[in-house]
């Protein structure tokens, strides 16, 4: 089977474009240091917000950009703002920069369930608002980050939006309606990915294998798999039967989970999780 390889896309640099990170936590603080890593921002045009000062302080001096607890101020020197706080602390938040914010800028979102809508309103502007739900492996820039677009998002904000994200990862966009799905799948998905790495290491401590070496098979065929699926293009079918010799060992394997109901349990628990993401945005 031949193998067509994409060439990997590296964000442009925006030295000139100032942007404020509110809610510099988990989330917050990968995004900003990959910006940093990448050079996409230049770090004086960064300032950053948290609740306490003594971890502003902190992170401050640890990133070497400007960290502070004046979220009013963050905003009104820049041009893009980025939203990390926890989803129920959004609203707050913009009511409180409210007075800095103008139609010009441009607000991107990371707090699952908080609708473009509810953010437009709070903010009483014609202002480009994008929402983004990122994944946990954005912490090794193996992340994968879908976004939509608010009722006055230009092209040019999406673009940027996208900029920001593949810092971390890739991008996809959807319409807002699909992001509980993303995050049924996406978002949840790496807890399940994880629970299938262990149990097929689990599988090679049963068949004799030392559990560290168990562990490093399991996880770098979940690897490479996916690595195949996303890189070559080829359906997952496809590279699933290139590997599947006939009367061969896998096809025997591939009976085992048909019949223990692999394929159908993953879809239900992405239905499960898609339907929770559903009941907490609407609070
Ligand atoms: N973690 C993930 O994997 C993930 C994935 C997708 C989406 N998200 C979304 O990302 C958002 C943040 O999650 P997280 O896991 O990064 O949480 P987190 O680590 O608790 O970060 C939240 C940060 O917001 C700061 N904060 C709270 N209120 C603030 C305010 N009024 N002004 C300025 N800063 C404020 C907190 O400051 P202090 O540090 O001083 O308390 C903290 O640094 C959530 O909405 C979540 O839905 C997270």
Not at 23 to 43: H, S, T, V
Request: charged content about 20%.
């Amino acid at each position: 089977m031949e193998i067509a390889v994409e060439a990997s896309q590296t964000p442009a640099q925006l030295p000139n474009v100032r942007v404020a990170v509110l809610g510099a936590g988990k989330m917050g603080g990968i995004l900003l240091q990959a910006f940093l890593k990448e050079n996409l921002f230049a770090a004086e045009k960064i300032h950053a917000t948290v609740t306490h000062a003594e971890r502003a302080l902190a992170l401050s001096t640890q990133w070497g950009v400007d960290v502070s607890t004046d979220n009013v101020e963050a905003v009104r020197q820049a041009d893009l703002v980025l939203i990390g706080v926890k989803p129920f602390q959004v609203a707050g938040l913009v009511e409180e920069i409210k007075p800095a914010l103008t139609p010009e800028k441009t607000i991107v979102s990371f707090a699952a369930s908080v609708k473009t809508k509810s953010i437009e309103e709070t903010a009483g502007l014609e202002i480009g608002v994008i929402r983004a739900m990122p994944n946990t492996p954005s912490a090794l820039g193996a992340g994968v980050a879908a976004l939509c677009r608010g009722r006055y998002v230009t092209d040019a904000q999406m673009e940027l939006a996208q900029r920001i994200f593949q810092t971390v990862g890739r991008t996809v966009v959807v319409d807002e309606k699909h992001m509980d799905a993303v995050t049924g799948l996406s978002g949840s998905g790496p807890a399940y990915l994880y629970i299938i790495i262990e149990a097929l290491a689990e599988a090679g401590v049963k068949v004799g294998l030392p559990r560290d070496i168990a562990t490093q098979l399991a996880a770098q065929t979940a690897y490479g798999a996916a690595k195949m699926v996303l890189e070559t293009g080829y359906h997952p079918a496809l590279l699933k039967d290139a590997v599947t010799t006939p009367a061969g060992c896998t096809i025997d394997g591939i009976l085992e989970l048909e019949e223990g109901g692999l394929r159908v349990t993953l879809i239900k628990a992405v239905m499960r999780a898609t339907e929770r993401a559903r009941q907490l945005a609407a609070g």
